[in-house]
């Protein structure tokens, strides 16, 4: 197992580039089975994630391959023959539930399982089920085994009761193909939504609204290929701010779209960190002890994201006063705190609210990564405590980052991974 050896003290700083957004590509390169001619989809980071959906595709029939150099993926879907998840695989990845609308659209039949809990929560799929049955789709649950069937679906309105991000995505890429108008009603408004809409319109889909919690998708026939671009990691960079905050630091981000984290933004303000903001570039600097955040509600876009809330909690951890994280979303999203504690962080939790006393410094130890957020919030608390952080588990981050000892090396942070007793030093300046 792969660790993390990290040097803490170092301010980071320095120019950094920010991969594709994990969360647009999955969705997109399932939606790539919609279409009847090859995509090539640019700016897909290397991850894990998505080394296991390519090899769902294969397994469904697809040719699918991954261009390291470049960062695209070629998919040519034209022989796909099957609509059966494997178990080994939905089990591998929660996101391969991202299969079910476009399997169903293409086959009228699809076979999965229920995807269970994971480390940060019961994660349940009713919503992207109820959200298919409006469409017409007939779904028999048998244990864990899932058989959704509909020869034909058509456009209804589908009313969500809580904004999925997974569930609007997946009925949105049911509807493509659906007889008449879908309107999902309730829809989440995340930047990924967007992406996943302009590439299915890139390819000859009739979908607008995404952006907003309405979405309206006409059916058509089919779909062809074409090229997309998937847009850069938000969250990604979001980790990148608050590491440059916590270490007091200065970095600079490009490629990246400021809109998409105003809410963090606002926080690290509050905060006392200074922001520079480009068209796609931001600069982040801390030249003081960041000062404690009242309050920080995690909910969905354009709300502070769930996913940033472990990596923010640190900074807080190091932070001038009293803050309160608020974790709305999941319920099992905490587990970051055990570990911060353990470095010299004071930090209480009562249900979904955590309870943050800023202290001076922190310390390193040898600490777990529990899921993939957390292992990055641990990183930053390493890179940002005195002494030696050895970070376990990395295969949760891997998930999420490309080689996120790189992208750290390369701003001066002091991070080497170590793989099987075998060290690969970065040390990139
Ligand atoms: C996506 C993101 C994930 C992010 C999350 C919230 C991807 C690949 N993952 O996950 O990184 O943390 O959005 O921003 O895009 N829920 C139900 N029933 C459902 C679906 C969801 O009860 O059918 C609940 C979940 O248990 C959770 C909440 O709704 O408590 C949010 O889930 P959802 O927005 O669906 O997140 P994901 O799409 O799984």
Same mark, same amino acid.
């Given at each position: 197992m792969d660790k993390l050896v990290i040097e803490g003290g170092t301010p980071l700083s320095g120019t950094i580039r920010i991969h594709g957004a994990k969360n647009a590509a999955l969705p997109i390169l399932a939606a &790539?089975?919609?279409?009847?001619e090859p995509v090539a989809i640019r700016n %897909? /980071? +290397?991850?894990l994630d998505i080394e296991v959906m390519l090899d769902i595709l294969r397994e469904l029939g697809c040719k699918a391959r991954y261009? !390291?150099? !470049?960062r695209s993926v070629a998919v040519d879907s034209t022989m796909a023959g099957s609509s059966h998840i494997p178990e080994f695989l939905m089990r591998q990845m929660r &996101? &391969? %539930?991202?299969l079910t609308g476009p399997l169903l659209a293409r086959f009228g039949e699809v076979q999965l399982y229920q995807p269970g809990g994971c480390a940060i929560g019961e994660r349940k799929i009713d919503l992207h089920l109820r959200g298919l049955a409006a469409l017409g789709a007939d779904i028999q649950e048998k244990g864990s085994r899932i058989v959704c069937r509909a020869p034909e679906l058509r456009g209804t309105e589908v009313i969500l009761d809580f904004p999925s991000v997974g569930a609007t995505e997946n009925i949105m890429m049911a509807a493509v193909k659906a007889k008449g108008r879908t309107v999902i009603v309730g829809a989440a408004r995340e930047p990924e939504i967007q992406d996943l809409q302009n590439f299915l319109n890139r390819m000859g889909a009739r979908v607008r609204?995404? #952006?907003?919690?309405t979405i309206q998708i006409d059916g058509v026939e089919s779909l062809h290929g074409g090229e997309y671009e998937i847009i850069p990691d938000r969250i990604v960079t979001g980790t990148v701010m608050v590491a440059a905050a916590a270490t007091r630091g200065e970095v600079s981000i490009e490629g990246t779209q400021p809109a998409h984290l105003t809410s963090l933004i606002h926080v690290l303000r509050r905060a006392g960190v200074q922001i520079e903001i480009g068209n796609d570039i931001m600069k982040v600097g801390a030249y003081a002890r960041p000062k404690a955040v009242e309050r920080v509600v995690t909910s969905?876009? /354009?709300? =502070?994201?769930t996913d940033l809330q472990a990596q923010l909690m640190v900074m807080l951890a190091l932070s001038e006063g009293v803050s309160l994280i608020k974790e709305t979303? =999941?319920? #099992? +999203?905490?587990?970051?705190v055990d570990e911060l504690c353990r470095m010299g962080a004071d930090i209480r939790v009562d249900l979904n609210n955590a309870f943050i006393r800023g202290v001076p410094e922190l310390y390193g130890t040898s600490v777990e990564a529990t899921d993939l957020r957390a292992g990055a919030a641990l990183v930053i608390a390493g890179l940002a405590a005195q002494g030696r952080t050895v970070v376990e588990q990395v295969h949760h981050i891997d998930r999420g980052y490309d080689r996120i000892e790189e992208m750290f090396a390369r701003l001066g942070g002091q991070i080497i991974r170590e793989t099987n007793e075998r060290e690969i030093v970065h040390q990139a300046r």
């Open positions: &790539s089975l919609l279409a009847e %897909v /980071p +290397r991850l261009d !390291n150099d !470049n &996101s &391969s %539930v991202f609204g995404a #952006g907003t919690d969905p876009y /354009p709300a =502070f994201p979303v =999941f319920e #099992g +999203r905490f587990k970051h």
